[in-house]
């Protein structure tokens, strides 16, 4: 297998192809690395991950990008620890992952928030993002950086780093000055050293590199991560462009990770699952071509949202296919799952932990300093914290901590409901020792995570799901689907089994005149899948789940469900919410051919989009599908013929035509027979408050490891 077989990198050989990239993970200890860097990156290495690029430090005091990032003058003990972490838990005759430090000046894209100094870049370009003009660096600035870029390769080195992963993408000073969009000087700085003058400007990246290069000698690895298209043809890189800018600085590198985008397309370097996994092939096999043609030796890596492990072989010229690529970033992947390497290598690859692109806790670059995680793996970045539950079952070879038993003897559980969080604690329950039945009183397993995943770009929601009933199944867990539980049972089967609930949610209240709240009929039952109007209206009323209901189960081959389910006519679709739900349900309608109108209360529609990066995405979409967007409104009522909407600051009504309304507010936790029961039972996921994936599997993690008795 490609994937698995060693990597050469200048004169330090990397035990397999597979790249743990840098990235933001708000880690950190004030600007330092911290136990907690440490701990994350051993676990990588644990997994089997050849390379492992640590998170990028500020070559300057001038950057200061986000709070938490890290200063390359505070960062040596990190390092040493980390590598040192590396190697002790590398596996079979001590070949441990290359472990390189990341290094960077974010320039105009940082921040002088925390510095409250002004930013330095080429030009005096406002950033798009921030808006705030920087300082023009001056000649004693520009050779500051170059010197702190060189004296941070140097303590790298002497910290045990195998070499150094310099940033020349996006949110990057060196690739500010390599553009048009960000370089607009008159001096030496919009020109190149030697035989380059061809209107590139590369002298600011040759001069870094070569300080670097000088740094660390001949032996240590250089590597780059390099922006081959900015996405912003009038003035930015394209990628004919960027094959000419790789093949010039392959003179002096080992190895070059292609990526995209630019300060008008941040979103475009790590995008959600909107976009197609492996978007990038096609401009990293033409760099390769374009590196290979004047610096074989050079490793050309490849990036964007390879999260599977068939995709990372076939870049690599696996299943004899021509190769595109030389190794394979895979860092939301090895995310989601550190032991991908080691299931791979074991043979397992089809029980590595699905990455869903959703960027939802692994994207931490925003103003709550969130520390990096995943919905799907909350053990993610909190290493220290938390236990690993199912720790030496999963390959059958000791891949972490603990000793994936019980702490105490093994105990008959019953789980009911088949989200993920009942799937997780179902799933941990069974993997440290307990005999587990679970039931759900749908037909399906998956919950609200498969019903969301009919939404339009969202499919990869599903895998989640498929995954924890996959690892139940493996397991040996009973599973009953179509089965009620009565609260006379529950109370029952509780005097010789643990019980977990982990119901779900239901619809919340409606608080628009002309339908009856759901506690007296006006809106249908979870999982119903069922309609309702009332009063004089004529407005058929969905909720969101209800409707993506009947899509999810429509069989192949018929008149999808959501078409069938809604009258002819417009659609209104109500977003109180602001997060990812409405935008898919607006979209999915109109690639119906439908007539949707997208309400919110916001000046934005899909606020919440911005912590994930889909924000301007979300909108351009909703735009080129023709959705109608009407923001600073509140939904007031039905009438006979449409809805009223009431403008937020101006009081000022409206009527919007329409034949049904999707409503996607708020839910409410299904806790009825928690209630019942004698509110005694532990809950889990949206039983407790209706959140996300995340909170759902977390809690059904913790709720398994709470039936371990007290030191589980």
Not at 126 to 136: G, H, K, L, N, Y
Not at 190 to 214: E, I, K, M
Not at 671 to 692: I, Q, S
């Amino acid at each position: 297998m490609k994937l698995l077989e060693p990597l050469r990198l200048g004169n330090r050989t990397a035990p397999n192809r597979i790249v743990f990239g840098a990235h933001e993970t708000n880690l950190g200890r004030r600007r330092a690395l911290s136990e907690r860097h440490v701990a994350y990156y051993e676990r990588r290495a644990l997994g089997g991950a050849g390379v492992i690029v640590v998170e990028d430090a500020s070559v300057h005091p001038s950057d200061w990008p986000y709070e938490r990032a890290p200063l390359a003058s505070a960062c040596a003990p990190g390092w040493r620890t980390i590598v040192d972490a590396c190697a002790a838990a590398a596996r079979g005759e001590g070949v441990r992952p290359l472990v390189l430090a990341g290094l960077n000046h974010a320039g105009s894209q940082g921040s002088s928030a925390f510095s409250q100094l002004p930013m330095w870049a080429p030009s005096r370009v406002p950033d798009v993002a921030t808006r705030e003009v920087p300082q023009a660096m001056e000649p004693d600035e520009i050779a500051a950086v170059i010197a702190g870029f060189a004296e941070a390769a140097r303590g790298a080195l002497a910290a045990g780093c195998d070499g150094v992963d310099v940033n020349v993408g996006q949110f990057s000073l060196i690739r500010q000055f390599l553009s048009g969009l960000t370089n607009q000087r008159s001096d030496e700085w919009t020109g190149s050293d030697g035989g380059h003058d061809d209107g590139l400007r590369l002298r600011f990246a040759q001069r870094v590199l070569a300080a670097v290069r000088d740094a660390i000698g001949p032996d240590a690895v250089l590597a780059i991560r390099l922006s081959c298209d900015e996405l912003a043809p009038w003035a930015g890189i394209v990628a004919d462009v960027g094959a000419l800018v790789a093949a010039a600085l392959a003179e002096t590198v080992d190895a070059i990770t292609v990526v995209r985008g630019s300060i008008f397309s941040t979103g475009a370097t790590r995008p959600d699952g909107h976009t197609e996994p492996g978007f990038n092939l096609g401009l990293v096999a033409q760099i390769r071509e374009a590196v290979t043609a004047v610096r074989p030796g050079v490793a050309v890596v490849a990036q964007g949202s390879i999260v599977e492990w068939g995709q990372a072989e076939w870049a690599l010229g696996g299943f004899d296919d021509p190769a595109r690529a030389d190794a394979v970033e895979m860092t939301r992947a090895q995310i989601a799952d550190p032991d991908l390497g080691a299931k791979v290598a074991a043979g397992h690859a089809d029980r590595v932990r699905p990455c869903l692109l959703c960027n939802q806790k692994c994207q931490v670059r925003d103003g709550r300093n969130p520390i990096v995680s995943c919905v799907g793996e909350p053990r993610s970045g909190h290493e220290l914290d938390d236990p690993d539950p199912c720790a030496g079952v999963d390959i059958g070879v000791d891949i972490g901590e603990g000793t994936g038993r019980t702490a105490g003897a093994p105990r008959d559980v019953l789980v009911v409901g088949a989200g993920v969080a009942g799937l997780e604690c179902a799933r941990v329950a069974a993997a440290r020792g307990h005999r587990v039945r679970l039931v759900e009183r749908s037909s399906g397993l998956g919950g609200s995570v498969r019903t969301a995943a009919a939404g339009s770009g969202r499919s990869r929601l599903a895998l989640i799901a498929d995954w924890l009933e996959a690892e139940c199944r493996r397991l040996g867990v009973t599973i009953e689907t179509s089965s009620e539980i009565e609260p006379g049972l529950v109370e029952r089967i509780a005097g010789d089994h643990a019980v977990v609930l982990c119901t779900g949610a239901r619809p919340g209240l409606r608080p628009y005149a002309g339908t009856s709240p759901p506690s007296t009929g006006g809106a249908p039952a979870r999982g119903s899948g069922g309609a309702s109007s009332s009063g004089s209206s004529g407005v058929v009323v969905w909720s969101a789940s209800d409707l993506l209901a009947t899509e999810r189960r429509s069989p192949t081959g018929t008149v999808r469900g959501l078409d069938a389910a809604l009258p002819e006519g417009p659609v209104v679709v109500w977003d109180p919410v602001g997060g990812p739900v409405a935008v898919s349900i607006a979209e999915l309608l109109a690639s119906r051919g439908r007539q949707v109108t997208l309400v919110c209360p916001d000046f934005t529609v899909g606020t919440q989009l911005s912590l994930t990066g889909d924000l301007a995405p979300a909108n351009t979409r909703l735009l080129q599908a023709g959705v109608a967007l009407v923001k600073r409104s509140v939904l007031r009522s039905l009438g006979t013929t449409g809805v009223v909407v009431e403008e937020r600051y101006t009081g000022l009504t409206t009527v919007i035509a329409c034949a049904a309304l999707v409503d996607c507010g708020t839910l409410l936790p299904d806790d009825a027979l928690w209630r019942a029961t004698g509110e005694r039972h532990p809950r889990a996921g949206d039983a407790v408050a209706p959140r996300t994936i995340h909170e759902a599997i977390l809690e059904g993690r913790r709720a398994a490891l709470a039936l371990d008795g007290p030191g589980a």
